[in-house]
Every structure is written in structure tokens, then in C-alpha cells.
């Protein structure tokens, strides 16, 4: 896989997807929108697989 797109998956999926397992969190804490507490539960499964594989897939600290 090309280095390039190591960095993209490291730099910016993976913050991305724990961005949305923090979000789906506080999503199902909050009491205000039914909407948002309806789909937190999904919007932190989709963090938590998306993170799972990408983080395979970013670059390993150490390596070149």
C-alpha cells in the first residue's frame, strides 16, 4: 500500500472514527434530541469498525 495513504488513513480516518465513538457517546447522554440518542448506539459501532480497520492499516510508529 502506498505511504501516501498510510499517512492520509493515520492523520485523518482514525482521529476521524474515534471522533465518532466520542460523538455516539455523547449523543446517547444527552436528553434533548430523540433523533441523536435513537441512532448513538449505531454512530458508535460505526466508529468503533471503521477504527478497528484502519488502524491496521495506518503507518506503525517506528517504521519507515
Same mark, same amino acid.
Given at each position: 500500500m502506498r505511504r501516501e495513504y498510510?499517512?492520509?488513513i493515520g492523520k485523518y480516518?482514525?482521529?476521524?472514527a474515534m471522533l465518532l465513538m466520542i460523538?455516539? @457517546?455523547?449523543? &446517547?447522554?444527552?436528553?434533548?434530541?430523540?433523533f441523536l440518542h435513537t441512532y448513538?448506539?449505531?454512530?458508535?459501532l460505526l466508529g468503533l469498525i471503521l477504527?478497528?480497520? @484502519?488502524a491496521r &492499516?495506518?503507518?506503525q510508529p517506528g517504521k519507515n
Open positions: 498510510r499517512q492520509f480516518v482514525v482521529p476521524s460523538l455516539g @457517546f455523547v449523543f &446517547l447522554c444527552q436528553p434533548w434530541s430523540e448513538s448506539v449505531a454512530i458508535t477504527f478497528s480497520i @484502519f &492499516l495506518a503507518p
